[in-house]
């Protein structure tokens, strides 16, 4: 059981990127989906959140209109399409799954990095 994150990377202010993370060993439907973030000397802050039902959104007021988080339950992965990236979007980005009906789960991928740098 594992979730894996794809496409970080160095990008210039106001450049894009595609997180992706794909979930092996679970199906991701029963799950609500969040993107966090973690950037040296700081906490891990919750960046975007997709629910497992409705799939709707949220996100951190510093992201907002500026990232996407969207879901593919076929697939069993999420995006999360980053744009206007600026240096304060620098951090190792993660993954996580909650299942928050019995029998409950959360799950973290290890991370990809972010750095947003001219």
């Known amino acids: 059981v594992q979730l894996v994150e794809s496409g970080g990377g160095l990008v210039q202010p106001g450049g894009s990127l595609r997180l992706s993370c794909a979930a092996s060993?679970?199906?991701?439907?029963?799950?609500?989906m969040s993107w966090y973030r973690q950037a040296p000397g700081k906490e891990r802050e919750l960046v975007a959140h997709?629910?497992?039902?409705?799939?709707?959104?949220n996100y951190a007021d510093s992201v907002k209109g500026r990232f996407t988080m969207s879901r593919d339950n076929a697939r069993d992965t999420v995006h999360l399409q980053m744009n206007n990236l600026n240096v304060d979007d620098t951090a190792v980005y993660y993954c996580?799954?909650?299942?928050?009906?019995?029998?409950?789960?959360?799950?973290w991928g290890q991370g990809t990095q972010v750095t947003v740098s001219s």
């Open positions: 997709i629910s497992s039902g409705s799939g709707s959104t």
């Open positions: 996580n799954a909650e299942r928050q009906m019995w029998p409950l789960r959360d799950y």
């Open positions: 060993g679970f199906t991701l439907r029963s799950y609500d």
